[in-house]
């Protein structure tokens, strides 16, 4: 089954410190993959999608085929970064349908 | 302004008592869906759209309904709320050449 897993529910790292929240995917064929970040319960924003391969708020991420994952990355965490990530992935034929991950909390701390 | 809008945001209702939360979009898109976001759970898609009278099951579509009598609205009914539909649905929307999905605000139901 085609599947998207974030292992960590909770990161929490000091201001400052790099950050990386882990996100693999099940999948033989080529998806789609995107992070989308919630702050405080609000709507879902679109962070960043990999065929764009763009730097936003100083997140990246890379499609690993090998390894089947899309970590997020970002050298020097901000306390405005605390928020829910989610990893999510859209499969071929999948039409509007993304699978996402459980989320990570993201806590920055002062 | 590009916008999903969903009503109501917030709602307590109880065990049986049907009710509709409204979804539209202002962007023309053909595609629109309805998830649940629960605890250690992410996203769940309940239902989908491609388009004006075409809907199909998600990954979790026991207890709700759906309809797309109209481009902009998407509308998710529950004809008889239970205690474990209580969870926050987003609505969201993209249109069919891009995979961009756009997402409401949220709306926070609670069933008792």
């Known amino acids: 089954a085609q599947r998207v897993t974030q292992p960590e529910k909770l990161l929490s790292v000091f201001k400052g410190a790099p950050v990386e929240l882990k996100c693999n995917y099940s999948?033989?064929?080529?998806?789609?993959l995107f992070w989308y970040v919630q702050y405080s319960r609000q709507r879902l924003q679109l962070l960043l999608r990999?065929?764009s391969r763009e730097s936003i708020k100083g997140f990246t991420a890379d499609l690993n085929k090998g390894e089947t994952s899309f970590h997020l990355k970002k050298p020097f965490a901000q306390e405005e970064d605390s928020a829910m990530y989610y990893c999510?992935?859209?499969?071929?034929?999948?039409?509007?349908?993304?699978?996402f991950g459980a989320g990570t909390r993201l806590a920055v701390h002062p | 302004e590009a916008q999903v809008t969903q009503n109501p945001r917030y709602l307590i209702t109880v065990t049986g008592k049907k009710l509709t939360v409204t979804c539209s979009q202002n962007?023309?898109?053909?595609?629109m869906s309805w998830y649940r976001q629960d605890p250690g759970l992410g996203l769940r898609q309940i239902y989908y759209?491609?388009?004006?009278?075409?809907?199909d099951k998600g990954d979790v579509p026991e207890g709700y309904k759906v309809s797309r009598k109209e481009k902009r609205n998407f509308p998710l009914i529950l004809e008889s709320p239970s205690p474990n539909q209580t969870s926050l649905y987003f609505c969201?929307?993209?249109?069919?050449?891009?995979?961009?999905?756009?997402f409401g605000e949220g709306s926070w139901l609670t069933v008792v």
């Open positions: 969201a929307s993209r249109t069919g050449a891009g995979n961009t999905i756009y």
């Open positions: 999948y033989s064929g080529s998806p789609e």
């Open positions: 962007m023309n898109h053909e595609y």
């Open positions: 759209s491609m388009n004006v009278e075409v809907t």
């Open positions: 999510a992935s859209m499969f071929s034929g999948g039409y509007n349908k993304l699978i």
């Open positions: 990999h065929i």
